[in-house]
């Protein structure tokens, strides 16, 4: 018996590009941490100076900036990552419903019509390319909501 093997991409629009944004600014981010690394050492025997203070308000200044950068990025891609899924989501309930009325038409013949109507044929390979349009939105809706909760996820980290 074959087996089959559906596998779906990333679903959201943007993806990538969101992706790419906040790991640019996580690097960002990095450097800000290791500024305030590096202020920390220099000042090792001066730590409570006022030269010293301020060196370290500005590196938290451009950490804590570089932080909500990367998090307003991470929102922005949730936000989308939710309407993609949501816009999925709403063409699977309408790709079910007409394929509940076409089988609903459709089972409404008899056998005898079934072989003999046009209309029941046409019908049938309406109900066929209405599964096949089914079952990828389904998947598509299934890693949307994946992306989105992915986004969640790293929106939650960033707020520790």
Request: glycine content about 2%.
């Amino acid at each position: 018996m074959a087996t089959r093997t559906i596998s779906t991409k990333l679903a959201i629009e943007g993806e990538q590009e969101y992706r790419q944004k906040v790991s640019m600014l996580n690097s960002e981010l990095a450097v800000m941490e290791s500024e305030l690394k590096k202020v920390s050492s220099a000042y090792i025997g001066e730590a409570n100076t006022a030269e010293a203070l301020e060196a370290k308000e500005k590196a938290l200044t451009n950490a804590v900036q570089a932080q909500e950068k990367v998090m307003a990025e991470q929102n922005a891609a949730y936000n989308n990552a939710i309407t993609t899924h949501e816009k999925y989501k709403k063409e699977l309930e309408e790709i079910e419903k007409k394929l509940s009325e076409s089988k609903t038409k459709y089972n409404s013949y008899t056998e005898s019509e079934k072989q003999a109507s046009k209309e029941a044929k046409e019908l049938e390979a309406e109900i066929k390319k209405l599964e096949a349009e089914h079952e990828r939105l389904n998947g598509k809706t299934m890693a949307s909501k994946k992306g989105a909760d992915s986004w969640q996820q790293s929106i939650n980290k960033s707020k520790k």
